[in-house]
């Protein structure tokens, strides 16, 4: 059986609903393109559907993504850990400096998945700079 959802609030609807019953919104909507679909689908409950679009947005180097990614990773403890991992993988291939703050405090986090945190690390090192060579030679030094 195949579950619709609307593509604004992510409420189950019919498969025939043309406005969403919670937020109003048209569920025939096709005009936006598929980095904002994307984006979006950072928010559908589906943990999957948010990895798969964290995902591909990293592989698409989309710079209007790094505030829905990073806020995926701020908000790590609502996330499933393959998500927020995902999530900081694609910060590190799209390369935005505006992305090293969130990155590093993943990277300190101790509560953070291992896995996360190994993301967070390869991402400072793709996206790189002063900062970045900082924290990661500061959890290194911690490490031994």
């Known amino acids: 059986m195949i579950t619709y959802y609307c593509p604004s609030c992510w409420s189950t609807v019919a498969a025939d609903t043309e406005v969403c019953p919670v937020c109003g919104a048209s569920t025939q909507d096709r005009q936006a393109d598929i980095?904002?679909?994307?984006?979006?689908?950072?928010?559908?409950?589906?943990?999957?559907?948010?990895?798969?679009?964290?995902?591909?947005?990293?592989?698409m180097r989309a710079e209007r993504a790094v505030p829905a990614l990073m806020q995926l990773v701020m908000?790590?403890?609502?996330?499933?850990?393959?998500?927020v991992s995902a999530a900081a993988k694609s910060l590190g291939l799209i390369g935005s400096r505006d992305a090293l703050p969130c990155l590093m405090e993943l990277?300190?986090?101790?509560?953070?998945?291992?896995?996360?945190?190994?993301?967070?690390?390869?991402?400072?090192?793709?996206?790189?700079?002063?900062?970045?060579?900082?924290?990661?030679?500061?959890?290194?030094?911690?490490?031994?």
């Open 75 to 83: 908000a790590r403890q609502a996330n499933d850990p393959y998500v």
């Open 35 to 59: 980095v904002e679909k994307y984006i979006a689908a950072l928010r559908h409950p589906e943990p999957m559907t948010r990895l798969r679009a964290a995902w591909m947005l990293g592989r």
């Open 107 to 144: 990277l300190r986090d101790a509560n953070a998945s291992f896995m996360a945190r190994a993301e967070a690390a390869e991402a400072l090192e793709r996206i790189g700079g002063a900062e970045a060579w900082a924290t990661l030679a500061d959890i290194d030094t911690h490490r031994h």
